[in-house]
């Protein structure tokens, strides 16, 4: 059912800084820095083996990112799995009685489908859910 | 020099609880429950892809998985990533300025070498940093 960690979702307050650390310090590559109006935020992309570190720069003070930051400070986020089938997935969560942010599977900017697990059912956990369909890539999402 | 994400180390209060989560709604494997004096802990590994995630449960008032268990609740503890040289790790990451919790790799108990990176200098993230060697396994460790 879960094939990988697809990424960790790390809030930071100034991706250029942090960047000093992850690319410059730790030496990982970085594929692309994204403006997300629809997360109030920025986002550098950093692969490491087959997952990903995604840094989150709030934009908006009513972003996620920005409340994140607020209650918490910099730190990791969110970390997100690869499912088979969110369906399913979402299916199986909800009979063991778990609560779910996302109900229904949303859409992503790359094509995946998407859903976040509550943090209070995955012991202090923000769990997101991700399914790539082979018929929905970045680019299809983008001519839509 | 990081190859890819080791483990993410996940602070819990009952891991048998969270393995109702994890292990069956999530349906992730366990290969090991291990007691870790030296720790004050017990771990409970669940392989996912190239990666594991490790559920701590504090098994002492005074581990630092107690510790973080009080200031923050049960979450996301650290991330490890694995590297091909520690010791060019740990010198790179001096050279740029960054705080190491352990100036000098220790041993740990599968035989892997391992230090820590201090939150300050990663942007409130705990990483832990490994580099297994081929002539350190668990069994020559254990027979030392």
Known sequence: MIKR???IGIVVKDIKEALKVYQQA???GVTEIQERPDLGATIAFLPIGESEIELVQPVTIDSDAAKF???RGEGIH???LEVDDIE???ADLRKKGLQLIDEVPR???RGERLAFIHPKSAHGVLIELYEYRES???HDSDSQ
């Open 5 to 7: 960690i697809d990424h």
């Open 26 to 28: 730790l030496g990982l």
């Open 69 to 71: 930051s607020e209650k």
């Open 78 to 80: 969110h970390i997100c």
């Open 88 to 90: 399913k997935a979402l």
């Open 107 to 109: 859409t992503g900017p």
């Open 136 to 138: 929905e890539t970045a």
